[in-house]
């Protein structure tokens, strides 16, 4: 998996400073659109459990909702200004992400994967807790200078890089246990 936003600079003061307004759209169909990433996830749980394959358009649909989730929640974040496309197509937004398909998986670790995500859930807790702290010292500093510090950029993309795999790990999309990088 591969997750990645390119840093650009000066930023806009005024995106910035509208930024919530702008993404609730965003926000409103994600949310929905994780409803039904959440029951395809239970269907591709069940599917993995008694066949040791996963589904590919079940995989397909869930790894789109995660793609656009990533491309709202750090535009929302303050990473970058382009407006993301409503659709599950990308264009001018500077976050890549990719994931490979793998037919099969693993039913030991799917069947135990809420247990064994625990200790990961409890990372990604914590470092979203720390985001949120970062995210608003980033807007006043981008609202103020123009520009989003490197080393707050930097640590923000590193919690979004384990939010995707902690996702896409507990959403069945691959059975590689999140790390922080």
Same mark, same amino acid.
Request: a positive charge.
């Given at each position: 998996?591969?997750?990645?936003?390119?840093?650009?600079?000066?930023?806009?003061r005024?995106?910035?400073?509208?930024?919530i307004?702008y993404?609730?759209?965003?926000?409103?169909?994600?949310?929905?659109?994780?409803?039904?990433?959440?029951?395809?996830?239970?269907?591709?749980?069940?599917?993995?459990?008694?066949?040791?394959?996963?589904?590919?358009?079940?995989?397909?649909?869930?790894?789109?909702?995660?793609?656009?989730?990533?491309?709202?929640?750090?535009?929302?974040?303050?990473?970058?200004?382009?407006? *993301?496309?409503?659709?599950?197509?990308?264009?001018n937004? *500077?976050?890549?992400?990719?994931?490979?398909?793998?037919?099969?998986?693993?039913?030991?670790?799917?069947?135990?994967?809420?247990?064994?995500?625990?200790?990961?859930?409890?990372?990604?807790?914590?470092l979203?807790?720390?985001?949120?702290?970062?995210?608003?010292?980033?807007?006043?500093?981008?609202?103020?200078?123009?520009?989003?510090?490197?080393?707050?950029?930097?640590?923000?993309?590193?919690?979004?890089?384990?939010?995707?795999?902690?996702?896409?790990?507990?959403?069945?999309?691959?059975?590689?246990? *999140?790390?922080?990088?």
């Amino acid at each position: 998996m591969a997750f990645d936003i390119e840093y650009t600079s000066p930023r806009s003061r005024l995106s910035n400073g509208l930024r919530i307004f702008y993404a609730i759209p965003h926000l409103i169909i994600v949310g929905v659109l994780g409803y039904a990433s959440g029951a395809a996830s239970l269907i591709q749980w069940f599917i993995i459990l008694f066949t040791g394959k996963r589904n590919k358009s079940l995989w397909t649909f869930s790894r789109n909702v995660l793609d656009w989730q990533n491309r709202a929640t750090t535009y929302l974040g303050m990473m970058y200004d382009a407006y *993301p496309n409503f659709a599950f197509e990308k264009l001018n937004e *500077p976050v890549h992400f990719s994931i490979d398909y793998e037919e099969s998986a693993d039913r030991l670790t799917n069947a135990l994967r809420l247990i064994w995500a625990i200790p990961a859930m409890l990372i990604s807790y914590f470092l979203a807790i720390a985001a949120a702290v970062i995210t608003v010292i980033c807007w006043f500093a981008i609202l103020f200078t123009g520009t989003q510090p490197r080393g707050m950029f930097d640590f923000l993309l590193k919690v979004y890089r384990y939010s995707t795999r902690f996702n896409a790990y507990i959403g069945l999309l691959t059975d590689t246990y *999140p790390k922080f990088e």
